[in-house]
T-cell receptor, first 108, second 113 residues
Framework: RKEVEQDPGPFNVPEGATVAFNCTYS??????FFWYRQDCRKEPKLLMS???SGNEDGRFTAQLNRASQYISLLIRDSKLSDSATYLC?????????FGAGTRLTVKP | NAGVMQNPRHLVRRRGQEARLRCSPM?????VYWYRQLPEEGLKFMVY????????ESGMPKERFSAEFPKEGPSILRIQQVVRGDSAAYFC???????????FGSGTRLTVV
């Protein structure tokens, strides 16, 4: 079983749509969680941290459910520039473990 | 701050040759991580180093692969006797505290022909 699992997609949505990504992690000792964004043939870039209380950054909302070992990302009012692969990340003692990513394409 | 610097950006090697990938972490960062990404796949953890020490190499293949982070100079990921299956993007990340939120370099794309 993979340590971090994500639906690979692809998600194809029109501009302005709301889209949600989900992720589960298997290591209950994971201490912190993140969403990264990766554009084609580029390096991953940190999008936001994820907290149990939920956190919001503009159109992006992230949520963590430790009991279910579940992480989510909600994108409201999608823009064309949101098209990318979104990587769910769980951090344990030594390193971060990445999900395989969920591909999002926002269309005009 | 130049960020995490990786070089070369692209590297072509023939089967059986050695590949050396270099990573200079962000200024002030002493934690370095190497990841491999195969086409259309996610990032796979390889190794975590701090200055002069390997902390976790659980993701490194048992043979042909080695990594170091000397007191002076960049971290080096070394692949000996490369095979076609080693073709991938290799990303380096660094962290100041080792507690997450890493910054990635632009990666080295290795092609074995």
């Amino acid at each position: 079983r993979k340590e971090v699992e994500q639906d690979p997609g692809p998600f194809n949505v029109p501009e302005g749509a709301t889209v949600a990504f989900n992720c589960t992690y298997s290591n209950s000792a994971s201490q912190s969680f993140f969403w990264y964004r990766q554009d084609c043939r580029k390096e991953p870039k940190l999008l936001m941290s994820v907290y149990s209380s939920g956190n919001e950054d503009g159109r992006f909302t992230a949520q963590l459910n430790r009991a279910s070992q579940y992480i989510s990302l909600l994108i409201r009012d999608s823009k064309l520039s949101d098209s990318a692969t979104y990587l769910c990340v769980a951090h344990n003692n030594n390193d971060m473990r990445f999900g395989a990513g969920t591909r999002l394409t926002v269309k005009p | 701050n130049a960020g995490v610097m990786q070089n070369p950006r692209h590297l072509v090697r023939r089967r059986g040759q050695e590949a050396r990938l270099r990573c200079s972490p962000m200024k002030g960062h002493s934690h370095v991580y190497w990841y491999r990404q195969l086409p259309e796949e996610g990032l796979k953890f390889m190794v975590y180093l701090q200055k002069e020490n390997i902390i976790d190499e659980s993701g490194m293949p048992k043979e042909r692969f080695s990594a170091e982070f000397p007191k002076e100079g960049p971290s080096i990921l070394r692949i000996q006797q490369v095979v076609r299956g080693d073709s991938a993007a290799y990303f380096c990340a660094s962290s100041q505290t080792g507690k997450g939120g890493y910054t990635f370099g632009s990666g080295t794309r290795l092609t074995v022909v």
